[in-house]
């Protein structure tokens, strides 16, 4: 074996190890924790939207508080966790909210269980992705932080422009769930429905400064994160 053979392996390995240290794999306590914490998230969030056949079946005060157990359970993460970890909040938030498609594929459709169920999660999946890209930059934008904790302005800049670039099967957006709640959505006049999902995540956020702050007063041992 040549030495540049030799020498190009250990350089592989050398990369695969600097990943390893900056990436580390979570613990499994760890793991399930943030996976509860998404799970969280995704329902609050898709209960705030109307989720029945019945008219005003939302229950939108939950969107106020919904997106706080995301930004916990990304908060320390690195951009690969973050992306898919916000993968599956999203996966919950729209199969939750888009169950109804596999009526629409078996009443419509005539198929089978096994194809429009499939086909449902496929759709939830997909669009779940937004949640995915959010985290991702988010995650990006905490590195070097105090505590993981990413500016208010920041996160719901982050979250209103992807929500507005990214490309749905269904539109739909986080500020829709006020549709019955006018003190919200007159914020609209100031500029339009994202203007609504950008105060509505700022509310979020600084929630969830708040709710890390306390706890980090109560136990000030608690480590901070990178």
Not at 167 to 182: A, C, E, T, V
Request: charged share 15%; glycine share 8%.
């Amino acid at each position: 074996m040549s030495t540049t053979a030799v020498s190009v392996r250990e350089t592989r390995a050398e990369k695969k190890a600097r990943k390893r240290r900056e990436n580390p794999p979570l613990a499994p306590r760890d793991r399930w924790r943030r996976l509860g914490l998404m799970a969280l998230a995704g329902v609050l969030t898709f209960l705030s939207f109307p989720f029945t056949t019945e008219r005003d079946s939302n229950l939108w005060p939950l969107a106020w508080f919904a997106l706080v157990p995301l930004f916990e359970g990304l908060r320390g993460l690195r951009g690969k966790q973050a992306f898919w970890f916000g993968a599956f909040a999203g996966f919950v938030t729209n199969f939750g909210g888009f169950w109804w498609i596999s009526e629409v594929l078996r009443e419509f459709g005539h198929l089978p269980g096994y194809i429009y169920w499939p086909l449902t999660a496929l759709n939830s999946f997909y669009q779940g992705l937004m949640f995915a890209v959010i985290g991702l930059f988010i995650a990006r934008a905490g590195r070097g932080q105090p505590h993981g904790l990413v500016p208010i302005w920041k996160v719901a800049a982050i979250f209103t422009v992807v929500e507005w670039a990214f490309p749905m099967i269904f539109p739909w957006y986080f500020s829709n769930s006020q549709y019955r709640f006018l003190p919200a959505i007159q914020i609209a006049e100031l500029g339009g429905v994202m203007s609504i999902t950008f105060v509505m995540v700022a509310f979020n956020a600084g929630l969830h400064r708040l709710w890390v702050h306390r706890v980090l007063r109560a136990d000030p041992t608690r480590p901070a994160l990178a």
